[in-house]
């Protein structure tokens, strides 16, 4: 089956904006969250601080694109020549919505059981509590784990498109 999308239908600017950012800051905060482990109580503050922001960050541009998502115009959803593949497409990014907040709402959570707040306030990294020892945080982790499998389903879904339609469906969020 012959495939033609309407490439010219385009997101909203603010949809573009938020995809792209939350899309950096995904990847910087999976790879802060990586580097904590191997450095010493400053810098791992500092690293936790920064995961902190960006994390409030990525929680305020999914509630953005959220709304935007049922206040503008959205263009169609793309054809992939499988009815099975089109609804795992439209999935993948509610999929997305729900991580994000489910991840975001957990991180929450974690600043609160972890002791997170005292911790980054008194600059003593000794107050907050060992991660081993909150037991939300390895839900948090395992629901950023499907995140980055999502991300990487996203990205190898328009590698895909571009090669075996010649899409360059990268046009609708650019």
Known sequence: MKVNNDLNQKFSKGTIWTH??????ILVLVLS????AGFESMERMTIITLHLLLGSLVFVFTIIRSILLYK???P???KTGSKFVDKLVVGNHYLFYLLLFTISIMGIVVIFTGNYIEGLSSGSIESIIPPKEIPI?????LITFFVVL?????V???IK??????ENTLKRIF
């Not at 792209?20 to 800051?25: H, R």
């Not at 945080?137 to 982790?141: F, G, I, N, R």
């Open 20 to 25: 792209w950012l939350t899309a950096l800051l």
């Open 33 to 36: 969250s990586l580097k904590t």
């Open 72 to 74: 503008t115009k959205q």
């Open 76 to 78: 169609v959803h793309l």
């Open 137 to 141: 945080l390895k839900y948090h982790v």
């Open 150 to 154: 999502l991300v990487v389903m996203h």
């Open 156 to 158: 190898i879904g328009v």
């Open 161 to 166: 498109h571009y090669i075996f339609t010649k």
